[in-house]
């Protein structure tokens, strides 16, 4: 039974038993708490945790799932055991209080033994210790023989946190068989090998309250976790999930484009497994939104496209690798997930960018590793600083770094290496904002429950309503209805103000306190607004205006920027306000001024155009068949909302749009900047905006030519020739200078003491300085060293020497330039310092005259 059957039969099998197949949910996680989905309950978390009411009460889902990065990492794991990998698919089954241990626990036997055809006799079982329940089920009504129900500790209780949703677990495992390992089933640690965990079924029964006390669940619940390459390794019959018939495939692919063997040898087979696996990872990960950079999930991207073109340079490949990789990974797996054939051509552009840079970067990388460890004793390890930054200058991993120091009988100081990295990502992230304190959404939830869902009224041109308090607190409250959109998708929320019978109050911004909930924040709300209270809800229409005209002109400019620079861009975040938009977006350099004027000029020609815009409710399956893309961190549910703006935009979206797209205005994009590697953005304005950005534009340029004495139409030649007269200026000025100086020479030359003068002169630029020190010396005079305070701020120093006298310039002032809080290029004959400090220029000076004659 190949993977693709067993994906198959699995959904089968529940949706016959009334779970609804959902589809995978993205590896981005909605959850600040984790990098990527590392578990197929992570979509549900909400259901489990009460913020959300589940539209199904059974489920099925064969989840994709990464575990590289943060808390749940196997990625330095990865090829060198049988089972770790960065990206696997996890199955499961789940009831949101519906069916519980009765019926999860036969529904698994039934699957593996009758469906997958799995010896009985092989399977063995644990449940918790204080699970008499679960012991029966399997006893009773199943019929596992006792003595293969064991019964383990702290292995079989799964909890969400410290609070909140848990229960007993109840594990299934599969016997490999006596050439594994000792017998004594999964309870023997010695035994890990033997006996293969392959599904996990949770039972949701309790609720872990701050005080310690387990409150049981109303409605429990269950959550089962198969997966997919552990359940394929016993159905194929093989030894590891290397040996599966998708692994096999990828495996050989590898060897063919290394020219090594899968097999040959242990430390080769380690490599191909290796790209074999990150070659999944990275194509699901790119489909996904995530891009290569150096931060957070881009950065654990990187890190795996990395450890897998560095193991291709160790097995001799000179040519990139990964994307052939990539169209491997899709041929196999693209009828189950179509979006990564569809996606194949932008993912393998992104691997293929990125391989070819790395491979240049491994290079500069050896040869500075090469001439560090030339200089090192022997048995003193490479410093952490070098390979900070081999890691951080040259995007070299600590990994290779150690490989190649202890292939050469070296060591590398791991420890010095963390304490550089620790004080950068301090530094890093030290001006991050924080998300603030936490709610407490018990309210909110109940409120749920009794009210439902907040009624948003506001989509269209309504912009008052009237509507009832249901909940009211300091500085918040929620209504049954309201005009007001609450801030998601990267447009702010709505500000305006709520009338009641007691008075009014200001809304300074709507957020959701859960989802589908509405909180519109308003300070002293408590003292003017009761619960049941009639309130008049009125938004800012002139400010919501401003948003949608930038909204709706956000969109616009990302089809610009797809059309000017490839498909491989991708929205990686955005800011939506009345005054500007901003927009976050995949690319590998920065966009030309040619570029941004030609994406200036697509979005103009959208709005002149002035097509009429729609915003309308369709299933899922229907805006992906519309083509519509999807926003970066918004969240999608089976029902979306899809916007289409003119021919050339189509995007999922729940955001407020205009109605037309002349009604945006003129768009003028005001900059492009990198914010990390692989990541640009652009930002702009919109509408009136535009407007005032054109009048201050053009009174800075009246005044320009106001101060050159100009009609406005002549600024640029009026310019051009009051800089060409200022240049005639400095050198008739120079000239005079250097007469002046000549003059000055004789006189200073004429002070010497033993050929020797130093002196301050406090009335010349550096430039005159150094040109006077040079006159001085020209007048038979040894050595000259000439200092200055600066009209600017700060300090100059100069000396000149005639070579035959024997001083060296440089030596000679390098103290003093110290002195004055400075330095300087320690040249022999003309020696020029600066420094910070004019109040110490006269002992500087000192100092130089008492070394005279050391030099």
């Known amino acids: 039974m190949e993977a693709k059957d067993v994906r198959r039969r699995f959904t089968e099998f529940f949706t016959k038993r009334g779970h609804e197949a959902v589809a995978s949910a993205s590896i981005i996680p909605h959850d600040d708490t984790l990098l990527f989905t590392n578990s197929g309950m992570v979509p549900f978390k909400p259901y489990f945790q009460g913020t959300e009411k589940a539209p199904y009460k059974r489920a099925t889902t064969v989840q994709k799932c990464v575990r590289a990065g943060g808390k749940h990492n196997d990625l330095d794991e990865v090829g060198r055991t049988a089972r770790h990998l960065t990206f696997f698919e996890m199955m499961g089954n789940f009831s949101f209080g519906d069916y519980f241990k009765d019926d999860a626990i036969p529904f698994a036997w039934e699957l593996l033994t009758d469906v997958f055809g799995l010896d009985p006799d092989k399977l063995w079982v644990t449940v918790h210790l204080t699970d008499d329940e679960a012991e029966e089920i399997w006893a009773t009504k199943v019929g596992v023989p006792r003595e293969k129900i064991q019964r383990l500790d702290e292995d079989n209780w799964w909890r969400m946190a410290d609070t909140g949703p848990n229960g ?38 309790f609720d872990q309250q701050e005080s310690g006390e387990q409150l049981p669940l109303p409605k ?26 998708e692994f096999v495939r990828l495996l050989a692919k590898a060897s063919e484009l290394s020219g090594v063997a899968d097999g040959a040898d242990p430390k080769s087979d380690v490599s191909l497994r290796i790209l074999a696996d990150h070659a999944r990872s990275t194509t699901f990960m790119i489909n996904d939104g995530v891009f290569p950079s150096n931060e957070d999930r881009g950065y654990v991207l990187r890190r795996i496209m990395r450890r897998a073109i560095r193991h291709a340079y160790i097995l001799g490949v000179t040519e990139p690798v990964m ?33 070819v840079g790395f491979r240049r970067t491994i290079e500069t990388g050896l040869g500075i590793l090469d001439t560090e460890m030339a200089a090192l004793d022997d048995d003193v390890p490479l410093p952490g600083d070098v390979a900070f930054k081999l890691h951080d200058t040259f995007g070299f991993p600590l990994e290779l770094t150690e490989e190649i120091v202890g292939e050469r009988g070296g060591t590398v100081d791991t420890a010095g290496f963390a304490t550089a990295m620790d004080e950068q990502r301090e530094r890093a992230r030290a001006d991050q904002k924080s998300k603030g304190g936490t709610v407490d959404v018990s309210s909110f939830v109940a409120l749920v429950d009794e009210h439902g ?23 918040g409250v929620v209504l049954d209805r309201t005009p007001f959109y609450a801030e998601s998708g990267g447009q702010i929320g709505d500000t305006g103000t709520l009338v009641g019978p007691n008075g009014a109050v200001a809304v300074t911004d709507t957020t959701y306190a859960v989802p589908t909930v509405h909180l519109h924040h308003a300070e002293d709300a408590a003292s003017v607004l009761n619960v049941g209270d009639t309130v008049t809800a009125s938004i800012d229409v002139s400010r919501r205006d401003a948003i949608r005209r930038n909204h709706t002109g956000t969109h616009l400019l990302h089809s610009a920027l797809r059309r000017v620079l490839g498909d491989h861009v991708q929205q990686q975040g955005s800011w939506v306000g009345p005054e500007r938009l901003r927009f976050d977006f995949s690319h590998f350099e920065s966009v030309t001024t040619d ?11 959208d709005v002149l155009s002035n097509d009429t815009t729609t915003h309308d409710e369709m299933p899922m399956s229907d805006a992906q068949a519309k083509g519509a893309i999807a926003f970066f961190g918004d969240k999608y549910g089976d029902t979306v909302r899809v916007l289409e703006a003119g021919p050339n935009s189509i995007e999922l979206c729940g955001g407020t749009h205009v109605h037309a797209l002349g009604d945006i205005g003129p768009m003028k994009i005001l900059s492009e900047s990198s914010i990390g590697s692989n990541i640009r953005r652009v930002e702009a304005v919109t509408g009136t905006a535009t407007i005032d950005i054109l ?70 630029d550096k430039v005159s300085l150094k ?46 330039a110290k002195i004055i809080g400075g330095g300087g290029k ?13 109040e110490q220029l006269d002992a500087a000076l000192d100092h130089v005259r008492s070394t005279a004659g050391g030099t």
């Open 220 to 245: 429990p619940s269950i959550d089962t976790g198969a997966g997919l390459e552990r359940v394929l390794t016993v159905l194929q019959g093989v030894g590891s999930v290397w040996e599966t018939d």
């Open 595 to 605: 570029q941004l004027r030609e994406i200036e000029d697509l979005v103009n020609a």
């Open 168 to 205: 007993p677990c109840s594990e299934i495992f599969y016997d490999l068989g006596p050439e594994y390992g000792p017998e004594g089933g999964p309870e023997n640690p010695e035994a890990d090998a033997r006996y293969v965990e392959i599904w996990n079924l949770v039972f949701m029964q």
């Open 695 to 764: 009048r201050a534009d053009e009174d800075t340029i009246a005044a320009a030519a106001g101060i050159v004495g100009v009609p406005v139409d002549d600024v640029l030649g009026g310019i051009e020739r009051r800089m060409a007269e200022l240049a005639e200026l400095k050198k008739e000025l120079s000239s005079v200078k250097q007469a002046a100086a000549g003059s000055r020479a004789s006189e200073f030359a004429a002070q010497a003491v033993d050929g020797v003068v130093v002196a301050r002169v406090d009335d010349l």
């Open 771 to 816: 040109n006077l020190a040079v006159a001085i010396r020209d007048q038979g005079v040894s050595a000259v060293a000439l200092g200055a305070a600066l009209d600017g701020g700060g300090v100059a120093l100069v000396a000149a020497v005639d070579e035959a006298s024997g001083h060296h310039a440089g030596k000679w002032i390098a103290p003093a």
């Open 826 to 838: 320690p040249a022999p004959v003309i020696a020029e310092a600066g420094g910070r400090d004019p």
């Open 323 to 355: 994307p052939t990789l990539v169209s491997t990974v899709v041929e196999l797996m693209g009828d189950d997930y179509p979006d990564i054939r569809e996606a194949e051509q932008k993912i393998r552009e992104i691997v293929e960018h990125e391989e």
């Open 453 to 475: 869902a907040t009624a948003f009224v506001g989509r269209t041109d309504v912009t008052d309503v009237s509507a009832t308090v249901l909940w009211v607190g300091d500085d």
